[in-house]
């Protein structure tokens, strides 16, 4: 029989072989504790070298050659020579990546061997044995000295952790979902308890449940916490902001299919009320944009209505005291408002996003049904965030939607920690890392090439820094350069209410938008269903610059002056549109600000005919966008 023994002292004796160690956790100056905070620690510290005793004596057997072998090949990476930069490219060759051919070869090479230990220690790995344990163990090898520093604050700070050290599932609830940013724990689970104190649904309702500890453990400090405000208070303020858009069937369709772990990405560095104004005017503007495919659903609203526009001052309009959000939309600016945009169309519908910024560039990423995608920038191997890089997270998105294999890459993980191994680099993927913590890799890279889940490809690359379209393969918009086109646009079906002009008891006229000469979209003009379907609008967009009409014929008991008014939705300032009566007379209608609201223009006294009358409708250059429901003829008595 081959030579057997106990991983714990492979684990070392090839570590020290290989000579792999890295810091877990970015440096940071730890906070100080107090006598009290330090009696805290030690108890934490007993509770888990007790953990660990238990762990190892649970741990399976396993052959030395093959464990040797894996993590020799493994050492392999991080010994490849970094790649050269001889053209000073700002995006720099990545050595790290599938797409160097020597990682490319080294990857295989060492997820070959790690499959050979897969097959010995996949039994436990994907056990239900000591699985609270192990979760316990990585909580308090990461998080002990900053629960401790938490609770030493008073009372009410400890009743937190000691709630949390309690509660056996909870615990695992938390580390399955990715534990708490900076190890905040105590500080995550206040949140977490306000949540579910203002909200019964996230007592009562798992998924709620899991969207509120999720959204606690992703912002422990709160998120864009207002003057005056508590952390608790601001998160709680985000969570039923968007439980009521939930309940109130405002969101995505999908949004109640996400996992707890993507629900973590759903609340955006962002004000609330931007995010509100966000999906309220999207659904009255451009209701078009929530029916695109998934790539491009809401964050589209970037294309379509923020410019590529340098040294812009802010704020663009001071009188308005707009939301910084609002300003963006009256002269756009350069990646970093186009990415913030996009970014927080996404929130706005509950469709979990985050920043994706890359050297000199900001974009954005965000989740699909199909897995997580990037928009406006570079590659996953381009980008990163909060210390992680793209390729890593992107890796963890598709591995994670098998939730079951999962299992044993958090228990493998939970395994490194009760050795506290150093973790894999977040930021060079798949470098360094113990044993365990290296296999945790390795199994996502198994899963996710076992299920055969390809990554998502990048959109919207080449819209990084200019204002050339960005073209997905099932949305329906292209910019108009100019050249003549065979294109077909999405067709509305129209109602007869859509077409037909109607004469109320005071002899107001309404003319719904869809009852011209000629209601079919073009890259101009675009028909689309409101939001909830009731009737269909017309967009006016900024493609090209040649303008287009549509006619309406209207037909009028007897001669005088009517007031023309319309129903319209803008986003900008100081706009108009023109209306020429029976081709003699043109009237300029001023446009109002409605910051995505429906509003009704000022009156506009005409002078019309009795019978047969023409009305044309059309913009000046630039056409930058305008959604119109309607037009009424109020006549003046």
Request: glycine residues 6%; hydrophobic residues 40%.
């Amino acid at each position: 029989m081959k030579k057997r023994t106990n991983i714990k002292v492979l684990n070392w004796v090839i570590a020290a072989l290989i000579g792999l160690c890295q810091i877990s956790m970015a440096a940071k100056t730890p906070e100080p504790l107090t006598p009290q905070g330090e009696t805290l620690l030690a108890s934490y510290t007993s509770t888990l070298d007790a953990l660990k005793k238990e762990i190892v004596a649970a741990l399976p057997k396993m052959h030395e050659k093959k464990s040797a072998a894996y993590f020799a090949a493994h050492g392999e990476i991080a010994k490849l020579p970094k790649l050269p930069n001889p053209q000073g490219l700002k995006m720099a060759p990545v050595t790290y990546c599938a797409g160097n051919p020597a990682y490319a070869e080294a990857q295989t090479n060492a997820l070959l061997a790690a499959r050979a230990v897969f097959k010995e220690v996949g039994p436990f790995l994907g056990g239900k044995e000591m699985h609270a344990k192990l979760a316990k163990c990585a909580l308090l090898t990461a998080g002990a000295r900053e629960m401790a520093a938490f609770a030493q604050l008073g009372e009410e700070e400890k009743s937190y952790v000691d709630l949390l050290l309690s509660d056996d599932k909870l615990i695992v609830d938390v580390m399955e979902l990715g534990g708490a940013y900076q190890n905040k724990y105590g500080q995550a689970i206040r949140n977490y308890k306000a949540i579910q104190k203002a909200s019964k649904n996230a007592v009562e309702k798992d998924f709620y449940r899991l969207w509120a500890l999720a959204s606690s453990l992703e912002h422990p400090d709160g998120n864009h916490v207002p003057e005056g405000k508590t952390a608790p208070e601001a998160i709680v303020a985000f969570y039923l902001n968007y439980e009521k858009a939930s309940l109130n069937n405002e969101l995505d369709p999908a949004f109640l299919t996400l996992t707890g772990w993507d629900c973590r990405f759903l609340f955006p560095f962002r004000p609330i009320e931007s995010v509100t104004w966000m999906r309220r005017m999207i659904r009255n503007y451009r209701p078009d944009h929530m029916k695109l495919d998934y790539q491009w659903r809401y964050c589209r609203i970037t294309k379509s209505d923020v410019p590529y526009t340098s040294n812009v001052s802010r704020p663009v309009r001071p009188d308005l005291n707009l939301l910084r959000m609002q300003d963006y939309f009256l002269e756009g600016g350069i990646c970093g408002p186009r990415a913030f945009a996009g970014r927080a169309a996404t929130h706005a519908f509950g469709i979990p996003s985050r920043p994706a910024p890359q050297t000199g560039h900001a974009a954005i990423s965000h989740w699909t049904p199909d897995g997580w995608v990037t928009v406006f920038g570079a590659h996953w191997t381009f980008n990163h965030f909060r210390g992680q890089c793209g390729l890593d997270f992107e890796l963890e998105s598709r591995a994670r939607s098998k939730s079951e294999e999962y299992t044993q890459v958090h228990r493998a993980n939970w395994l490194g920690d009760a050795f506290d191994e150093p973790i894999v680099a977040r930021m060079q993927f798949g470098v360094g890392g113990g044993f365990w913590k290296s296999l945790a890799h390795y199994k996502k890279l198994a899963i996710v090439e076992d299920a055969e889940l390809k990554e998502l490809a990048s959109v919207g690359a080449e819209f990084a820094e200019s204002n050339v379209a960005a073209v997905s393969p099932n949305s329906d918009w292209k910019e108009d350069d100019g050249t003549p086109k065979e294109k077909e646009f999405p067709k509305v079906e129209l109602t007869e209410a859509d077409t037909t002009i109607t004469t109320d008891q005071n002899g107001v006229i309404t003319i719904p938008v869809a009852a011209c000469s000629k209601p079919e979209s073009t890259e101009k003009i675009r028909f689309m269903k409101s939001y909830d379907n009731q009737f269909v609008q017309l967009h006016y967009n900024l493609a090209g610059n040649r303008p287009e009409l549509r006619s309406y014929t209207v037909t009028l008991p007897e001669a005088g002056t009517y007031n023309f008014t319309a129903t319209v939705v803008t986003v900008t300032v100081d706009k108009s549109f023109m209306i020429r009566a029976n081709r003699r007379n043109m009237h300029e209608i001023e446009v109002p600000f409605t910051l995505g609201e429906w509003m009704e223009t000022k009156a506009v006294p005409m002078e019309l005919k009795e019978g047969r009358n023409k009305l044309q409708l059309t913009l000046r250059y630039p056409n930058k966008g305008l959604s119109i429901k309607s037009f009424t003829l109020t006549p003046v008595k």
